[in-house]
């Protein structure tokens, strides 16, 4: 199928107006504050010494600084596999997306939920979620800049690091399920503008990779690394999944089902949360796969 960059606005276009209904429904519908709220809640109470001091780790990923850095590695990594263009769309997603989650949240500013969660900070501004915009926008930097045959890995990474991020801040009692559901979704909206232009202007002018001996080895160097660490990020992410719930299975599957019992908003938004994440990028690594 010709993916084209009309194609590419038009997804863009979708997930804007999934943004939109989202946001409607988010403050407008009592069912949908009270799910909100809810789920909140069951993110919240799982803190204690351990989870708190894990989640105030992960939620450093999504600061400016961390940002900046992972995603100036991966533009580096663009430059070094001879993909300038694919360097600036990185750069490009990280600034847009920065700027325009701010703005929003300033423009959309509205207190909701306010004093109804026990141990939650929710400001007015909240929406959509800074941290989980940044966190999606590295993971789809991930995916654009690796090359095709590890696209699925980095997509896998990627959710790993969107959801990490977006559940720290959710257990800290930062914000709303719904704030980081708008968030995914902003970065995947500016991701589609920008691969739109990225494509026009391939088609315009088509963009040479360096075919000298040294632009070979470079690429083959990077992409050997890349391969090497998304393996190794993906097992050791399988590994510790496997391991908390074998612990869990063993020794505390009473706990856990007590707890499933009576948090259900808190799971069913979770697993809501990461099936959209999981859609967003692999749908996004599928048509990267697509010729215009």
């Excluded at 306010?114 to 789809?140: C, R, Y």
């Excluded at 070979?216 to 496997?242: E, H, K, N, P, Y």
Aim: proline share 4%.
């Amino acid at each position: 199928m010709t993916l084209t960059p009309r194609a590419l606005l038009h997804g863009a276009a979708i997930i804007a107006a999934a943004f939109v209904a989202l946001l409607v429904v988010a403050y407008g519908s009592p069912g949908a504050r009270w799910l909100d709220a809810s789920a909140l809640q069951g993110f919240v109470e799982l803190q204690g010494p351990v989870v708190t001091s894990v989640t105030e780790r992960l939620v450093t990923l999504g600061n400016v600084a961390e940002v900046g850095l992972i995603g100036g590695a991966l533009a580096l990594g663009a430059l070094a596999r001879g993909r300038p263009r694919v360097a600036i769309f990185v750069l490009a997603l990280l600034a847009l997306t920065s700027v325009s989650s701010q703005v929003l949240k300033a423009v959309l500013a509205y207190p909701r939920n306010e004093g109804m969660i026990a141990g939650a900070h929710i400001e007015p501004a909240a929406f959509p979620s800074g941290h989980a915009t940044a966190a999606m926008s590295l993971a789809i930097a991930l995916v654009v800049v690796v090359p095709g045959r590890l696209r699925p890995l980095a997509a896998a990474v990627g959710m790993g690091l969107a959801l990490a991020v977006s559940f720290s801040i959710m257990s800290l009692g930062w914000h709303l399920p719904s704030d980081v559901a708008g968030g995914f979704l902003l970065a995947t909206g500016w991701a589609l503008v920008l691969l739109a232009a990225l494509r026009t202007a391939t088609q315009l002018v088509p963009e040479r990779s360096g075919r000298s001996r040294l632009a070979a080895a470079s690429r083959s160097a990077i992409d050997s690394v890349a391969a090497v660490g998304l393996v190794a990020m993906t097992a050791a992410g399988a590994a510790v999944a496997v391991a908390v719930t074998a612990l869990v299975v063993v020794f505390r599957l009473p706990v856990f089902v007590g707890y499933a019992q009576d948090h259900t908003a808190f799971f069913v938004v979770a697993v809501g949360l990461l099936l959209s994440a999981g859609v967003l990028l692999a749908g996004l690594a599928s048509l990267l796969t697509r010729r215009g």
